[in-house]
């Protein structure tokens, strides 16, 4: 396992914090809907996809006030990816009700939240 500096760290967790825009209680009610448990990939064998996963991974960061560990800070750096590579694939209309978006809140990005701050 790679080992980061504790500024590399910081600027992960920053990133984290950006890239999460739903609160743990918003994403916990998110994971147990339908629609979050409708899309992603599951890996053979396995009742949950890994965005699923990373979701209940990701309130669990939300909850955990300092004290991370790299495995903690690993999933941050996941998250982040993730989120900013799929939201470069954002279909240009009807996201609202779309697999890309309900995809993006399972790791704990809602991609219409940025649409209102742009509006505001």
Same mark, same amino acid.
């Given at each position: 396992?790679?080992?980061?500096?504790?500024?590399?760290?910081e600027t992960?967790?920053?990133?984290f914090r950006e890239a999460v825009n739903m609160s743990a209680k918003e994403l916990e009610?998110?994971?147990?809907t339908t629609e979050s448990q409708s899309v992603g990939?599951?890996?053979?064998?396995?009742d949950e996809s890994t965005g699923h996963q990373s979701g209940r $991974?990701?309130?669990?960061? =939300?909850? #955990? %006030?300092g004290e991370y560990s790299e495995a903690d800070y690993g999933q941050m750096r996941r998250v982040v990816s $993730?989120?900013?590579?799929? =939201?470069? #694939? %954002?279909?240009a209309s009807g996201i609202e009700h779309s697999r890309w978006?309900?995809?993006l809140k399972n790791w704990?990005?809602?991609p219409l939240r940025d649409a209102d701050k742009k509006a505001s």
């Amino acid at each position: 396992m790679t080992h980061h500096t504790d500024r590399e760290n910081e600027t992960t967790l920053r990133e984290f914090r950006e890239a999460v825009n739903m609160s743990a209680k918003e994403l916990e009610n998110w994971l147990e809907t339908t629609e979050s448990q409708s899309v992603g990939l599951k890996q053979e064998g396995q009742d949950e996809s890994t965005g699923h996963q990373s979701g209940r $991974y990701i309130v669990k960061l =939300l909850d #955990q %006030k300092g004290e991370y560990s790299e495995a903690d800070y690993g999933q941050m750096r996941r998250v982040v990816s $993730y989120v900013h590579r799929h =939201l470069a #694939q %954002k279909p240009a209309s009807g996201i609202e009700h779309s697999r890309w978006r309900y995809s993006l809140k399972n790791w704990g990005h809602d991609p219409l939240r940025d649409a209102d701050k742009k509006a505001s």
